[in-house]
């Protein structure tokens, strides 16, 4: 497994910059180095540059992309795409090299979306397990698929760990190029509000795109719900994709399906008239079964993952194999068959009488969809491990506390990723959240691994431990200070050492 630091192999793509800047329909201010007249990549990281690369210089709020310049002409690049000219590399200077980003490196790769057939999912909750369903019922069904999520990037050539949702547009079309030259048929793809508000996903052609849901997330970035929702609902435009498919179980989506102009597929658990329904849900210990009613006939699933909410992301992925007429009994076997997602309701085994469960659940509409399940697991107490991450939506982490004081007998407090702000004041914002709300055992524990092992240490046999916040993310940062940290594999560490000190 890798990660994204490092560029993943190039496609290739050998192109001269007086082509790129006719293509752009400008000119190049100074002259090419020594004759280095060909591009052979486009990459906006000064850290991965490679020679021959053209990188574009992206102005941002901390840093322009030309702070770097001498560190990409030292790494061998070629030429620079700014809004203003290098002092050191020839430059092709456009308005906005954010916005000219993903249509170039579209146009580069040879638009690879128009080959790869692209499922891309939007919205707040459940966009991750929607593209794994979505995945495992293509491949199902006999497609060679490639997956693009926030968890991994993943398909011929590709096992990545990802530091984004959605990749930036020079590694997003260099991927989808890398997938059809392994000829790969079809991608699953999460789209983040954030990768649609910075043309991160500008020229890529989608087969269908699915939207999910919308709850109070990220609102530090979009201002406001109705901003946020009108992000999500830029995808849904012919320009940008061929077939809507939108799960109506909340009103966003009740609102996004009356508003697109493409054929739309709904789906609902709730709703018998949505084109997708959920019926007879059978819910087990361990998964949900249900059968699905479409318009191409009525399926059975049986997921093997744990949690109610999985069922409309199943839905959803399903509808969307359905709507680009792919074999619905293969899909729905496909989809049946996963058995875990990295972060997302994951189980931890390590020999304990009790259930540990590592959830993503980072916002307060996955704490409501989540903890009163997880509650009904065992016939003892629920004790939650929360914390919010720095450097993002302030206004989530007393909410956060909130919530789960309001669903756990037993809250700890512990840090996430602090960023670059101070730990002890986000956990003194989730610890006003749960001194707030219920009448919950409130621990505060700043070290995460300690947290968990005082977790452990406190359940009973009936009782459900989980930890929240993280999911799969495996990186935490503390100021300058990063360091791997994965929920799960600590989880079932602390509850190892803690078993093996009571014996």
Not at 16 to 26: F, K, S, Y
Not at 325 to 347: F, K, M
């Amino acid at each position: 497994m890798r990660r994204s630091s490092r560029r993943s192999t190039s496609v290739g793509s050998d192109v001269t910059i007086d082509r790129l800047a006719a293509h752009l329909g400008t000119g190049v201010v100074g002259d090419p180095w020594s004759g280095a007249s060909i591009v052979h990549d486009l990459d906006d990281d000064s850290r991965t540059i490679r020679p021959g690369d053209a990188y574009f210089a992206i102005p941002g709020s901390r840093w322009h992309g030309l702070d770097f310049e001498h560190a990409v002409a030292d790494a061998g690049a070629v030429l620079v795409i700014s809004d203003r000219p290098s002092a050191v590399l020839p430059t092709i200077v456009v308005d906005d090299p954010r916005r000219t980003m993903g249509p170039l490196a579209s146009w580069f790769h040879g638009e690879p979306s128009h080959d790869v057939r692209v499922f891309g999912v939007t919205g707040t909750n459940g966009k991750t397990s929607t593209t794994h369903f979505i995945d495992a019922g293509l491949t199902a069904a006999g497609e060679s698929t490639g997956l693009i999520s926030g968890s991994r990037i993943r398909g011929p050539g590709y096992d990545i760990v990802p530091t984004r949702t959605t990749p930036e547009a020079p590694m997003l079309q260099r991927t989808l190029a890398s997938f059809r030259r392994h000829g790969v048929s079809a991608c699953a793809m999460e789209v983040s509000s954030h990768a649609v508000d910075q043309h991160r996903v500008d020229g890529t052609a989608f087969r269908v795109m699915a939207f999910t849901n919308l709850s109070d997330d990220h609102l530090d970035y979009h201002g406001s719900m109705e901003a946020y929702f009108a992000t999500k609902a830029a995808m849904f435009t012919a320009d940008r994709t061929q077939i809507a498919v939108v799960d109506v179980d909340d009103g966003w989506g009740v609102r996004l399906a009356a508003e697109t102009a493409v054929d739309t597929w709904t789906c609902s658990v709730a709703d018998p008239a949505a084109d997708v329904v959920a019926e007879n849900l059978r819910l087990g210990p361990l998964g949900t079964a249900f059968t699905a009613r479409t318009p191409h006939g009525s399926v059975g699933l049986d997921l093997q993952v744990l949690g109610p909410h999985q069922v409309g992301n199943a839905l959803v992925a399903l509808a969307c194999a359905a709507a680009d007429g792919v074999d619905l009994a293969a899909a729905a076997e496909g989809i049946s068959s996963v058995t875990g997602i990295g972060g997302r309701c994951e189980p931890v085994h390590a020999g304990q009488p009790f259930r540990a469960i590592v959830d993503y659940m980072h916002n307060t509409a996955g704490q409501h969809a989540m903890l009163p399940y997880l509650r009904s697991l065992g016939g003892g107490r629920l004790i939650v491990v929360v914390g919010a991450t720095g450097g993002r939506d302030p206004g989530k982490r007393v909410p956060l506390g909130h919530v789960a004081a309001a669903h756990a007998d037993v809250v700890i407090v512990t840090d996430e990723s602090p960023e670059d702000e101070d730990p002890a004041a986000i956990r003194a914002e989730v610890l006003r959240g749960v001194r707030e709300n219920g009448t919950a055992t409130v621990i505060e524990q700043p070290d995460r691994h300690d947290a968990f092992a005082l977790a452990a240490s406190m359940a009973g046999d009936d009782d459900v431990v989980v930890v929240t916040g993280r999911g799969s993310d495996t990186f935490r940062r503390y100021g300058a200070e990063s360091s791997f940290f994965d929920d799960h594999t600590e989880l079932k560490r602390a509850i190892i050492e803690t078993r093996g000190r009571r014996r």
